[in-house]
């Protein structure tokens, strides 16, 4: 096993769709990360590591790690994890990072998490961390997908968490869940960008406009969708976080995308 990386064993693998899934492995008592962040991870190929970044959907309290992934048929990595079986060994790299924490962000009343595709997993955690919920009055997660069944995590987003026997009195007034559909017919359709610019999210959760007063947004997608949500969140005064100087957005670069 490479120094920079623990070998965990694959404990439960989900095949949402033929282009997602999900499995979790066990975790090494002396990793620790924090709610948002995402860890170098994959398999060894020809005795070399091939990794690629993946934020961790569990939270830093669960026992096991999870994460999210797309399949892709020619990708070098993803063409290969798609396969794995409980039993595996995949690589976790041992040290995490990433600037979607709530620490990058200044003071605010409403927290946006503003994810498409596998991009909803940083979020995963992020919403499952205690601390986020005593910062903020409201904690929105928007999610934007292609197909109905690619809303990974809905059933937990929305019956399980506000159940949850620690959780749930905490979220169950402050989480709100907001999914939307592009190509197939759903309550909710288009992309997030055109639903913030007419205001639409904000009247159908009966939230004030998005203003960089009281509003903090994290942002993690395709890049497309950060770029374009950048530029409608600057166009309205919001200031770009990092891990050295807090703002009222941040957004995480890193995406899997082969």
């Known amino acids: 096993m490479p ?9 439960w693998v989900h095949h949402w769709t033929d282009r997602l899934f999900s ?4 975790r090494d008592p002396t990793f620790r990360f924090v709610a948002g962040q995402f860890a170098m991870i994959g398999l060894m190929v020809e005795g070399k590591p091939l990794v690629r970044a ?13 994460f999210l992934s797309i399949k892709v048929q020619n990708g070098p990595l ?14 976790i790299g041992r040290k995490p990072t990433g600037t979607l924490l709530t620490e990058n962000l200044l003071p605010g009343k409403t927290l946006w998490l503003l994810a498409t595709g596998t991009g909803l997993a940083p979020f995963m955690s992020l919403i499952r961390e205690p601390d986020v919920y005593e910062r903020y009055e409201h904690v929105v997660v928007a999610h934007t997908v292609r197909e109905v069944k690619e809303l990974a995590y809905r059933e937990i987003i929305s019956k399980e968490l506000p159940e949850h026997e620690f959780l749930g009195e905490m979220l169950r007034d402050k989480l709100l869940y907001y999914p939307s559909v592009t190509r197939e017919p759903f309550p909710t359709q288009g992309r997030i ?8 999210v904000c009247t159908d959760l009966g ?3 998005l203003s960089a007063e009281h509003d ?10 950060n770029a374009d949500v950048k530029a409608l969140l600057e166009a309205r005064g919001f200031t770009e976080g990092s891990n050295n100087s807090p703002g009222t957005y941040v957004v995480e670069k890193a995406f899997v995308t082969k």
């Open 3 to 11: 120094p920079a990386f623990f070998g965990e064993t694959v404990t």
């Open 23 to 26: 499995f979790r492995c066990t």
């Open 54 to 66: 993946y934020s961790v959907v569990s939270p830093p309290w669960d026992e096991e790690l999870e």
């Open 78 to 91: 993803t063409s290969r994890l798609q396969h794995i079986k409980l039993g595996d060994t995949v690589l």
């Open 193 to 200: 960008t055109t639903l913030l610019e007419s205001g639409k």
């Open 207 to 209: 939230l004030p406009p």
């Open 216 to 225: 903090r947004v994290m942002l993690c997608g395709s890049e497309a969708m």
